[in-house]
C-alpha cells in the first residue's frame, strides 16, 4: 500500500522563524507536490518536483522554497514564516506519466504561525 | 482558463442522493477526477473519468461529463453517514502531471 508521510500532524512556530515541512514516500515515485488547503480556497499547488533536485513553481510558491535531495524525500521550507501562511499543508506523490494513477496524499500538517 | 468550481456546502438526508456538482474552464483537459477528505485526514481518490466518457458507474458512485459545458457531476446514491466529508473535482491538462482542484463541497449527512 502506498504511503505518503508527513513528519509532523501540527507545528506551531513564532513569526520570522524557518520552518522546514518533511514528506517520505515508499513508492518510488518520480512526481512529488506541496498543496496548501484553505477553507473556500480549495487546495492550491505551491511546488512540483519531477525528478530529484528538479523543482517547479506552482500557483503560490512565494514566501516557499523546496528541496528534494533524494527521490523519497520532498522538503517544504517557509524561509521566515508570516502569519499568513497559517494553513494545512499537504504533501502528495504520483507515478510520472501515468494519466489513470492518483495522487496519492499524506494526512496533513496544520501549521499555525503566531 | 484555469478555475475549478465547486460548492462549498451540500446537505441531505441520509438514505437519499448527493448530486456534488463541478465546473472547469479547460477544454485541453484529458482526466477528470473526484476526491474524498475525511477530517484529520488527506484525500483519497474515490474515482476518475476520462474526457472522451460520458459516464462512469461505480457502485453508489456515478459520474457524469458534460463536455461541451464543462461539467462534471458525482452522485452519491443511498447517503450514509460515512459518506460525510470534503468531495474535491480535480482536472488534468493534456500533456500536464499537475491537477488543479476546486474549493471543495463539504457535504453534511441530515439523519
Redesign the interface.
Known amino acids: 500500500d502506498v504511503k505518503v508521510t508527513q513528519s509532523s500532524r501540527y507545528l506551531v512556530k513564532r513569526t520570522g522563524e524557518k520552518v522546514f515541512l518533511e514528506c517520505v514516500q515508499d513508492m518510488d515515485h518520480e512526481n512529488m507536490f506541496w498543496y496548501r488547503q484553505d477553507p473556500g480556497l480549495g487546495l492550491r499547488l505551491i511546488y512540483f518536483s519531477y525528478d530529484v533536485k528538479m523543482k517547479e513553481k506552482g500557483d503560490i510558491p512565494e514566501g516557499y522554497s523546496v528541496s528534494r535531495e533524494k527521490k523519497e524525500r520532498f522538503s517544504l521550507i517557509l524561509e521566515s514564516a508570516s502569519t499568513n501562511q497559517t494553513s494545512m499543508y499537504l504533501c502528495a506523490s504520483s507515478l510520472r506519466g501515468s494519466w489513470n494513477s492518483p495522487l496519492h496524499f499524506g494526512n496533513g500538517t496544520r501549521l499555525t504561525v503566531t | 482558463g484555469e478555475d ?1 468550481e ?1 460548492s ?1 456546502f451540500l446537505s441531505v438526508r441520509e438514505g437519499d442522493s448527493s448530486v456534488i456538482n463541478c465546473t472547469y474552464t479547460d477544454s485541453s483537459s ?2 477528470l ?1 473526484w ?1 474524498k477528505q475525511e477530517p ?6 474515490l474515482t ?1 473519468i ?1 474526457s472522451n466518457m460520458d459516464m462512469k458507474q461505480d457502485q453508489r458512485l456515478t459520474v457524469l461529463l458534460n463536455k461541451k459545458d464543462k461539467h462534471l457531476s458525482l452522485r452519491i446514491a443511498d447517503t450514509q453517514t460515512g459518506d460525510s466529508a470534503i468531495y ?1 473535482c480535480a482536472e ?1 491538462r493534456r500533456g500536464n ?8 463541497t463539504r457535504l453534511t449527512i441530515i439523519p
Open positions: 475549478v465547486q462549498l484529458t482526466y477526477y476526491y484529520g485526514a488527506g484525500l483519497q481518490l476518475y476520462f474535491f488534468r502531471e499537475k491537477l488543479t482542484f476546486g474549493t471543495g
